[in-house]
Structures are given as C-alpha cells and as structure tokens.
C-alpha cells in the first residue's frame, strides 16, 4: 500500500512557474513508475508525464513538452513536477500516482495509487 500527497498549487500568472511535490508514505517507492495527471472541470483526466522507476526514463504529453519536468528523488519518496511557461490551458487538479507498470503505464486505469490532488490555477 502506497500513500500519496500532492503539494505546490496555486495561483500564477501565465508565463509563470510552478513546482509541485507528490511524498509517498508506505513500501517500496523506488519500486513504482511514477506519473503526473491532470483534471480541469468537465473534463477526463489526463496524462502530463511519467517517469520510471529509476529515472532514466520519462514521457511527456505533448501539451506540455519543453515546459514541464518530472523529476524523482528515491531517497526522500518524493516525485515532483516543474512547470514553467504556465497557459491558462494549464489550470487544472493535478494528480499523482503509482504503478507497478512501466514507464509507458499512460493511462489512468494503469495505475494504483493515487493522491487527493492539488490545485493549479493559471491567470491569463
């Protein structure tokens, strides 16, 4: 069993940045492929980036490639979201999650755990 908790919204103007934080309590962190979600009102949720295991492996959705980075430390069960060049189109809940898959785990159904979410707002 993995616990997760997003921190780091907020509210920014666009061009801004943002750096968000998912810790994980339980077993095994280094373990899981870690991804990044997102959910804005009336809307599925989607997929922003993933990461393996180790790190020698991430994806990006298109919508957000050159402007996020997903990065991992193993040591501090903490994955974590840079984004910068923030759009309003960005405004959403971000979510992450964990999944015994690999990293081309880029669906929502692939994983199994999941934080509550955090709140990105992006101003125009």
């Known amino acids: 069993q993995v616990q997760l908790v997003e921190s780091g919204g907020g509210l920014v103007q666009a061009g801004g940045s943002l750096g968000l934080s998912c810790v994980a309590s339980?077993?095994?962190?280094?373990?899981?492929?870690m991804g990044w979600f997102r959910q804005a009102p009336g809307k599925e949720r989607e997929f922003v980036a993933v990461m393996s295991w180790n790190g020698a492996r991430t994806y990006y959705a298109d919508s957000v490639k050159g402007r996020f980075t997903i990065s991992r430390d193993n040591a501090e069960n903490t994955v974590y979201l840079q984004m910068n060049s923030l759009k309003p189109e960005d405004t959403a809940t971000y979510y992450c999650a964990a999944s015994f898959r690999g990293p081309n785990a880029l669906q929502p159904h692939e994983y199994d755990y999941w934080g509550q979410g955090t709140q990105v707002t992006v101003s125009s």
């Open positions: 339980g077993r095994a962190f280094s373990m899981y492929t």
